[in-house]
DNA sequence: TCTCAGAATTAGTCAACACTAAAATCTGGA
DNA sequence: TCCAGATTTTAGTGTTGACTAATTCTGAGA
């Protein structure tokens, strides 16, 4: 039995490193060192050193100079991280007038301090939703978690309406800006120009012509209004 | 500008630390070494090396060989752990369907993730209750605390009412043995017969006799029915 | 006053995690 | 195929905070 598998004693650290790499690995593919560096700001170094601890302890698979991936149990913690951070997002929005910009760094530090029983009350709570206040699948206990197709308003085509249905940003300046549009999850959106060279982009939304930069619009990650 | 004046970069440890030894030292009294080891369950000399590093930085005053106390800003960082600690329970308690016998390790983790913000926000939700579940009194946001003068029931006279005000226990099965019994905070008791050689007291409590362990009566503490 | 048991401290380790600097390895063009 | 630049790993350090073992101090009783 090791570490990972007795109780949870795992550390803040680890956590935040599975979770990362969670993030950064969809569809089988492998994290780079330097690429899990920059997501949580250490040095490669650092990242090196600890690839191999969690390769020891099973939470990942290693090869050197190759990347890393979860093994079954690391991808088993990064989602019940997920889960924790996004419903604890959830449960502070709606409980405790936080804001969907101010919410993310305190989810980030109450992750790792819930228990299980809190989360799951909280969960109740709220009658255990299924997205977060920025629209993202929260998983269910079990670890499942369907993640819908979505496109960056960005690459979309004009003419068609869509729907919001992700806000992937975390930056609060951003989303408050969002906010004051109305442009959050849920919301039917035409695109009906789109100005060559990366222009702004001028949208309909609730009867009202709007004009986005398309780096705003690449962090609005819609649906065909029809779909689901 | 030290590191205890500076934002809050507290470690866990270090909160507990302080927490640990304003329990302790009440009324300018000393905590020996040995005693705060016991009390956080660290071996003396662990806690010999940490009360070095915090008198250096000014959180607590210690003489080599004569105990330790706080200095001012040692007893702010603990009063405000405090606050937290008892807020979340009342919190907890009250929104969450937490029992009083389950919360305090809860608490005990969340006291160091939680923002000021948070805190506030859950103090406002319950309309800034002076007392958690336990009766003991929470201090206010700039670290006053009232402490009330009590008395564990084991030590008082029979025959006079007096009120329970403060159950100072943490051990989930004593808290559960004394909620089945309704020996909760604010309860009015009076001691008909108390046995000699520290033997079993009896007394009524809501038109109802009990007898109780003196072992158990030593947690339930009393103020005469009529103060405050 | 002396002695000695108990309390406290110091000395020396260890593990987790971060860092910088240096070495090793991979990869994409010439 | 070979080399240069990028990526990754290793080597060596530092800090925090725990430990055991050894040493030193204190205070109470003879």
Known sequence: MNAAQAGDSLTRSVEDYLKTIYRLTPEGRSAGTSEIAQALDLSPASVSGMIKRLSEQRLLDHAPYR???????????ALRMIRRHRL????????????????HDEAERLEHAVSDTLVERMAAALGHPTSDPHGDPIPAADGSMVEEDVVPLSELPSGIEFSIR?????????????????LLPGVAVTILERQPFNGPITIRLAEVEQVIGPEVARHLLCATAGSE
Chains 1, 2 share one sequence.
């Open 67 to 77: 990347g890393a991936q979860l093994t079954d149990e690391g991808r088993r913690v």
């Open 88 to 103: 604890i997002e959830s449960y502070l929005v709606a409980t405790l007038g936080y804001s969907w910009d101010t919410v």
């Open 166 to 182: 992700r806000v992937g940003a975390e930056n609060p300046e951003l989303l408050r800006h969002l906010a004051e549009r109305g």
